[in-house]
């Protein structure tokens, strides 16, 4: 049974930085995806970023030269790093694992006030 536990998440004002934490466990596969989706209220949830266990990563174009991710494959930990952030990166940030399917973690709140 996979599980993924997030952390990390809090209340910053606009032009702040917070680091988002994911650990994995379970998990019987080498090769897989990590990454963060985020879901703002009134609004469908969409992908922020991931990176496969080779180190590749994509980014949403919102985030890109802002927001970081990065994964400790010894520790099944992925990370995202966001820096600059804006009150319209307020959402709940859901850690997902993609390996053979779909896992979710449970969401951390990040709220961006002006």
């Known amino acids: 049974q996979v599980q993924l536990v997030e952390s990390g998440g809090g209340l910053v004002q606009a032009g702040g930085s917070l680091r988002l934490s994911c650990a994995a466990s379970?998990?019987?596969?080498?090769?897989?995806?990590m990454g963060w989706y985020r879901q703002a209220s009134g609004k469908q949830r969409e992908l922020v970023a991931d990176?496969?266990?080779?180190?590749?990563?994509n980014y949403a174009d919102s985030v890109k030269g802002r927001f970081t991710i990065s994964r400790d494959n010894a520790k099944n930990t992925v990370y995202l790093q966001m820096n600059s952030l804006k009150p319209e990166d307020t959402a709940v940030y859901y850690c997902?694992?993609?390996?053979?399917?779909?896992?979710w973690g449970q969401g951390t709140q990040v709220t961006v006030s002006s």
């Open positions: 997902n694992l993609y390996s053979v399917r779909h896992y």
């Open positions: 379970g998990n019987r596969f080498s090769f897989n995806v």
């Open positions: 990176i496969t266990s080779g180190g590749s990563t």
